[in-house]
């Protein structure tokens, strides 16, 4: 399972920098630290089930291979255009949700790479 959501509570990791290009947010802002402890209890819940977590962070994923959009419901398209109907989506949480579980897919594919313990795809030409 994917989660959107630092599953971490170190300030100082490489991942926050390096996705940074892709607009993610240092765990120094307050609201970002709070959504990393929602993230871990989460994650603490769902392993405590057997069930193996992994940080996502569907942004990249987005932009890495090329269907970000805004608004968020546009990126929809991309999984449409691969017969991968979705009905339904209520609100960009959701359009996250599918994204992040998209990103676990590509990762079981073996089509990611681990950037500091977050899961992003791989870049053309890069492995």
């Known amino acids: ?14 991942a ?3 996705l940074h290009r892709y607009g993610a947010m240092s765990l120094k802002l307050s609201s970002i630290r709070k959504l990393a402890e929602r993230g871990l209890q989460i ?8 069930i193996l ?3 996502v962070f569907p942004t990249a994923t987005a932009k890495i291979l090329g269907f970000y ?4 419901r546009r990126m929809l398209e991309y ?19 599918i994204i992040a ?12 790479r681990v950037i500091d313990g977050v899961i992003i795809p791989k ?3 890069k492995d």
């Not at 399972?1 to 490489?14: F, H, V, W």
């Not at 959009?69 to 968020?72: A, E, I």
């Open 1 to 14: 399972m994917g989660i959107d959501a630092p599953l971490t509570l170190r300030e100082d990791r490489y």
């Open 16 to 18: 926050d920098r390096y």
């Open 43 to 50: 994650a603490s819940l769902l392993e405590s089930h057997g």
């Open 53 to 55: 977590v992994f940080e």
């Open 69 to 72: 959009s805004r608004p968020k």
């Open 79 to 97: 999984f449409r255009e691969a017969d991968f109907e979705i009905e339904r989506v209520r609100n960009e949480h959701e359009v996250d949700a």
């Open 101 to 112: 579980a998209y990103t676990v897919y590509l990762h079981r594919m073996g089509r990611t």
């Open 123 to 125: 870049e053309k030409g």
